[in-house]
């Protein structure tokens, strides 16, 4: 039973997988957006390649919780995997993502230049896993 978890920006989607226990996530790769079409059309692939039963979105919320112009982007987009594929999608909080895996990089002791490397990866793995904890 794997799920695909999305991290979706402006210019990239980071994909993460879990392990088929559903237990682990880890990251997977990073889609660039070129279109909707062509974004859905990705993920669609992803999805019937890892044998995904569900993806988990993160959904960008304000600090104070409310849905700003980021959120609606990633719910109209959301609308539209809904009718494009065949397994349930749900959204998960991911305010503190990116700046989680900013954070990790830093305390790891990476380069600047690692520490520099797309992030939208990790942040989707971060929102996994974060949803795969609370599932047990």
Request: aromatic letters at 2%.
């Amino acid at each position: 039973m794997r799920i695909l978890a999305l991290d979706v920006g402006d210019k990239r989607i980071g994909v993460a997988v879990s392990d088929p226990t559903g237990l682990l996530a880890r990251p997977l790769t990073i889609i660039p957006r070129k279109g909707e079409a062509a974004d859905i059309e990705a993920i669609q692939k992803l999805a019937g390649e890892q044998g995904a039963v569900r993806v988990v979105v993160g959904l960008p919320l304000s600090l104070d919780g409310r849905i700003g112009p980021q959120a609606e982007k990633v719910q109209a987009l959301v609308d539209k995997l809904r009718l494009s594929l065949a397994i349930p999608l749900e959204l998960k909080d991911e305010r503190f993502s990116t700046a989680s895996v900013r954070e990790r990089r830093l305390e790891s002791g990476l380069s600047k230049k690692k520490r520099r490397a797309p992030d939208d990866a990790d942040a989707a793995a971060i929102i996994l896993q974060e949803y795969l904890d609370e599932c047990r």
